[in-house]
């Protein structure tokens, strides 16, 4: 049984900054060996990856985040997380972190090789 918790999502301020992070809860995978993720998605709109990184710890970001988000991982504690600085209004989404076991580029595949989803951490983004 493999089980991802977010936390961290609230509600800022323009400018400022949360950190969200995704606990993996498994016996069987490490984050050491996966290709992870973040994604958001706004009520009517289709979910839209944020932030991949593979098992080497390689990045991708989608345009909108570049320079103001930063994913990154501690295979130690089995933790992903999210570190979103200079926050929009627009930034404002259901927050979910993604898993695979599959891909460890998961740069390659996006969501569609992920294979665990969190249940999603909200984050807001007032003016």
């Known amino acids: 049984q493999v089980q991802l918790l977010e936390s961290g999502g609230g509600s800022v301020q323009a400018g400022g900054s949360l950190r969200l992070s995704c606990a993996l809860f498994?016996?069987?995978?490490?984050?050491?060996?996966?290709?992870m993720g973040w994604f958001r998605q706004t009520p009517g709109k289709e979910r839209e990856v944020v932030a991949l990184?593979?098992?080497?710890?390689?990045?991708s970001y989608a345009d909108s985040v570049k320079g103001r988000f930063t994913i990154s991982k501690d295979n130690a504690k089995n933790t992903l997380y999210l570190q979103m600085n200079s926050l929009k209004p627009e930034d404002t989404a259901m927050y979910y972190c993604?898993?695979?076991?599959?891909?460890?580029?998961?740069?390659?595949?996006?969501?569609?090789?992920?294979?665990?989803w969190g249940k999603g951490t909200q984050v807001t983004i007032s003016s």
């Open positions: 498994t016996s069987t995978y490490s984050t050491y060996y996966m290709g």
């Open positions: 990184i593979d098992s080497d710890g390689s990045t």
């Open positions: 993604a898993a695979s076991y599959r891909y460890s580029k998961i740069s390659y595949t996006g969501a569609a090789g992920m294979d665990y």
